[in-house]
């Protein structure tokens, strides 16, 4: 009888507790959602609407005219082909140079090995600064040239770590094995790991792409050709318009509500990325998880 109230007990306590997780984790679910809804229903809302209501989950009458005067100008559509080409070179780039040195430091006969891991894990406490960063893109002859978007941001530190304990999760029979068939270390690499590192290799190309994808502080510092400025930085000066005044403080005449263009920029700006993520989500956790805990 004493086992079976217990039981009964456990299975109240459970039961109990099942409900309060999931409230709780309804409501933060919720109070993460909602805005977002509340962005794309206000890009979409009519001038009247936007100023009637101070939160539109759902517009009463739907209106493209924010999304009409962002995309009035050609240079927006130029903008988002110098993201897209920056987001795929980059994130090609990043993981060619990420997947290739996280695999030679998970080697553990690598002479200086440990020194190469501390410095990296130096970087991510430590960076040099942003002016003698600019110093050295300078030197390079990187001013306004798209090279200058990737490559002082072509390895994360963080990123190398997740994957360089993805391929120390591997077993080194692994890599007996290929060379006994006669494998060279880059067949090894191409081969062997890369297949297995699939997870990891999508995970950590999101993280890249959403970066690129993201520029704007170093578009800002190195280039000074707007016909280069990637879509972020297009994006800055049509709010700044949107808000009645252009750079140089000159009023301008906007149709659309300055709110209704600001979220739809917001849209624009996170869509692309939000369409991306689908595709890589079934390899998001383990990559992650197997990375970042393993090693």
């Known amino acids: 009888m004493m086992k079976r109230i217990k039981t009964k007990k456990v299975?109240?306590?459970e039961r109990l507790f099942s409900v309060v997780n999931g409230t709780i984790l309804i409501i933060i679910a919720l109070v993460c959602f909602l805005p977002f809804v509340n962005v794309i229903a206000t890009s979409f809302a009519s001038t009247q609407e936007v100023v009637a209501k101070k939160f539109i989950l759902f517009p009463s009458t739907f209106s493209l005219d924010a999304y009409r005067y962002i995309l009035s100008t050609p240079t927006i559509f130029k903008g988002l082909a110098v993201s897209i080409g920056v987001t795929g070179i980059g994130t090609?780039?990043?993981?060619?140079?990420?997947?290739?040195?996280?695999?030679?430091?998970?080697?553990?006969?690598?002479?200086?090995?440990?020194?190469?891991?501390?410095?990296v894990v130096f970087t991510m406490l430590f960076s040099g600064g942003m002016i003698p960063t600019f110093l050295v893109v300078k030197a390079f002859g990187l001013i306004d040239s798209y090279w200058a978007l990737i490559l002082p941001v072509a390895i994360s530190a963080f990123n190398l770590i997740i994957m360089r304990n993805f391929f120390q999760a591997l077993p080194d029979s692994l890599e007996e094995s290929a060379k006994i068939d006669g494998c060279s270390h880059f067949g090894v690499f191409f081969r062997i790991m890369l297949p297995l590192a699939l997870p990891s290799i999508a995970t950590i190309s999101l993280f890249y792409a959403v970066t690129y994808w993201n520029t704007y502080m170093t578009a800002i510092l190195y280039i000074n050709d707007s016909a280069k400025w990637p879509i972020q930085i297009l994006l800055r000066q049509i709010v700044i318009v949107s808000s009645g005044m252009q750079a140089d403080g000159a009023s301008v005449d906007v149709t659309p509500p300055p709110q209704t263009i600001k979220m739809a920029v917001i849209v624009i700006a996170t869509v692309p990325m939000l369409i991306a993520y689908p595709f890589v989500q079934r390899y998001f956790v383990k990559g992650a998880l197997i990375g970042s805990v393993k090693g």
Do not use: D, E
């Not at 090609?92 to 410095?119: C, D, H, K, P």
């Open 92 to 119: 090609f780039v990043s993981m060619a140079l990420t997947s290739l040195m996280a695999y030679g430091l998970s080697r553990r006969y690598l002479w200086g090995r440990n020194y190469i891991n501390f410095i």
């Open 11 to 13: 299975r109240k306590g």
